[in-house]
């Protein structure tokens, strides 16, 4: 089983250790994964609960009940974004006592969710239709609505990491033969042997412009062929 970056802080931890090595004894801290908004406390179980079950940690009664939650999730998500606000003197005083804006035409409760002043909990006063749903359940729905925009750039962001990921490097490939490539990346690419152009890209001493001679490099590898 891998877990790479983008899914869990061991992931980082193993990764580091590999590509950058360590002289003295490492510390996994939160700061030196690039991708701490996916890597959140209360998101672990929806990263990583199917993974365990997969590979036999997870019982079928927990399972179930993660699957429980997730469609949940998914559910309000869902009734949040497609539920419209009218603008009406009951909502609009509503919105001036929180402290936020009036609305002059339909809204989304997703999007009243987003405003800084509004949570979950007091949009209840205008939402008529909600049900009871468990507190991590909304937490999670709130956090996700909220953050909607910052949590798409980091996808985005992971998308793009991963294309690098599936690019393969040989371990045979003596990159001081690489034309245009540092002395300082190719002798920690030489020592290192990465055995992806992502992975290659996170030891210290390999530069964006290094990665562009690698792709360039693989390119020409694959044109040859």
């Known amino acids: 089983m891998i877990l790479d970056r983008s899914e869990a802080y061991i992931g980082v931890l193993i990764d580091d250790i590999v590509t950058k090595g360590t002289n003295e004894p490492y510390r996994m801290m939160t700061s030196r994964a690039e991708y701490r908004l996916l890597l959140r406390q209360d998101n672990a ?15 079928e009664e927990r399972y179930n009940k993660f699957k429980e939650k997730e469609k949940q999730i998914e559910e309000e998500m869902n009734r949040l974004k497609n539920t419209i606000i009218k603008p009406s003197e009951e909502v609009n005083n509503f919105l001036v006592q929180c402290g936020t804006t009036p609305i002059d035409t339909g809204t989304k409760l997703s999007e009243l969710l987003k405003r800084t002043e509004l949570t979950y909990k007091n949009l209840e006063k205008i939402d008529k239709d909600r049900t009871e749903l468990p ?16 949590i798409k750039m980091q996808e985005a962001q992971v998308a793009k990491f991963k294309k690098l990921e599936t690019k393969a490097l040989r371990e045979d490939i003596d990159y001081e033969k690489i034309y245009g490539l540092s002395l300082e990346a190719r002798q920690k690419l030489n020592k290192f042997k990465p055995l992806s152009v992502g ?5 210290s001493g390999v530069s964006p412009s290094d990665i562009s001679v690698l792709l360039i490099y693989l390119e020409q590898e694959k044109r040859r062929k």
């Open 45 to 59: 179980d929806l990263r990583l609960t199917e993974k365990g079950y997969k590979v036999g940690l997870i019982s």
């Open 135 to 150: 507190k991590n359940v909304i937490r999670e729905v709130e956090i996700e609505l909220k953050y909607e925009g910052y």
């Open 199 to 203: 992975q290659a890209s996170r030891i």
